[in-house]
């Protein structure tokens, strides 16, 4: 087989790489990338520890091709943080801290990435929303109650920023300081 040249962006970097056709996304991102915070879980898009979000939508990576990511832009974990690594972690990230959601952390990066999706496009989710989104995320550890407890206080955190983003900028345009 010839090899393609694929061009996609991941967490703000765009990389151009030569890849074969059967090439999975999952090993292109651990293997020639070096963000090993995807994991490679079952392989077979069961577990959903291989979750990336791929133009917005969550996406196994043991299931795509990398070719199919072409002219995509993808996040991993490693580029969840708002502004960088530097700027600290993302609530969704702190609230799976505060909320002990973390046992062995193998399901966290597709956990909070599939969670992500979710608050995008609802950002006051249900508990029921929250279990429904991360139903094909499997963890042994958890039992499920604390990541969705987390996955809550992330989405309240992120509300509560949101309504003090908009207050600040509605002072500025008053003349508030």
Known sequence: ?????????????????????????????????????????????????????????????????????????????????????????????????????IQCGYCTPGMILTAKTLLDRDPEPTPGAVKESIIGNLCRCTGYDKPVKAILAAAAEMRAAARDAAATATGAERGES
């Open 1 to 101: 087989m010839t090899a393609v040249d694929v061009k996609f962006t991941v967490n703000g970097n765009e990389h151009v790489l030569s890849v074969e056709p059967h090439e999975r996304l999952v090993d292109v991102l651990r293997g020639r990338l070096g963000l090993t915070g995807t994991k490679m879980g079952c392989g077979e898009g069961e577990c959903g520890a291989c979750t990336v979000i791929m133009d917005g939508r969550a996406v196994l990576s043991c299931l795509t091709l990398a070719v199919q990511a072409q002219g995509s832009d993808l996040l991993t974990i490693e580029g969840l943080a708002a502004d960088g690594p530097e700027a600290g972690l993302h609530p969704l990230q702190k609230a799976f801290i505060s909320e002990a959601a």
